[in-house]
């Protein structure tokens, strides 16, 4: 069946240092990956998206790579800061889907200290 | 930016009654809304899929009876939780796709229901 992994356990950093976060899935041929930001109580605000035949994207802070032979991608923050502190969810959608149907991994906490 | 919206953004109800939770963009229109439900510390798990002037498509698992979904106009569409019992307690949330067929969702704020 089609997964999609992240790390459940919350990545604790200090302000200033870069958050490495986790996507993996398996059984899955995704034309693109999405990372999105949850706050608690609060609906996801997009942030990046990559496409299957593109290594890394950036944005400011963040950076994506996307690794279609490991099935993973890498979600980055640089110059960490405690506003960043967030859940951070990773989408896929499936290839040729039609439309813009997203399914969500569960999502990692991220806690940033000042 | 695009905004979506949803109201209310809590309800608490008894047992057996209906709900009805509104989702609209804002300054733009959406052909095409998604509904998530999402319980605590997990993931947002698609419902179905809310068409304008059609029939709304439903997820695998989800009664289509139990929660009606109605997009009547471009930038309204509606989800209405019937006869609710305390296992609906969840968070619901919507979205709408940026363009036609966009890859990039924009998500409304979400609800957050309580069936006593």
């Known amino acids: 069946s089609q997964k999609i992994e992240q790390n459940s356990e919350a990545l604790n950093i200090q302000e200033g240092k870069t958050a490495t976060l986790t996507c993996n899935y398996t059984?899955?041929?995704?034309?693109?990956l999405q990372w999105y930001r949850q706050d608690p109580g609060r609906g996801p605000v997009f942030l990046l998206l990559?496409?299957?035949?593109?290594k890394e994207k950036r944005k400011e802070r963040l950076k994506v790579t996307f690794d279609t032979t490991l099935k993973q991608s890498l979600f980055h923050i640089t110059a960490s800061q405690p506003a960043d502190s967030a859940t951070y969810l990773c989408?896929?959608?499936?290839?040729?889907?039609?439309?813009?149907?997203?399914?969500f991994g569960k999502g990692t906490m991220l806690l940033v200290s000042p | 930016g695009a905004v979506v919206s949803q109201h209310p953004s809590r309800v608490i109800c008894k047992s057996g009654t209906s709900v009805k939770i509104e989702c609209r963009s804002l300054?733009?229109?959406?052909?095409?809304m998604f509904w998530y439900r999402q319980f605590p510390k997990q993931s947002l798990m698609l419902m179905a899929t809310?068409?304008?002037?059609?029939?709304?498509?439903?997820e695998q698992g989800v009664e289509k009876d139990k929660f009606l979904i109605n997009h009547a106009s471009l930038t309204l569409s509606t989800l209405t939780v019937t006869s609710a019992h305390p296992e609906d307690s969840s968070f619901y949330i919507c979205?709408?796709?940026?363009?036609?067929?966009?890859?990039?969702?924009?998500f409304g704020p979400g609800t957050r229901l309580t069936v006593l």
């Open positions: 300054d733009f229109q959406a052909t095409t």
């Open positions: 989408a896929l959608s499936p290839e040729n889907s039609g439309y813009s149907t997203l399914t």
């Open positions: 990559i496409r299957e035949n593109e």
């Open positions: 979205s709408a796709p940026r363009a036609t067929g966009g890859d990039t969702q924009y």
């Open positions: 809310s068409n304008e002037g059609s029939k709304a498509t439903y």
């Open positions: 059984n899955y041929s995704p034309a693109y």
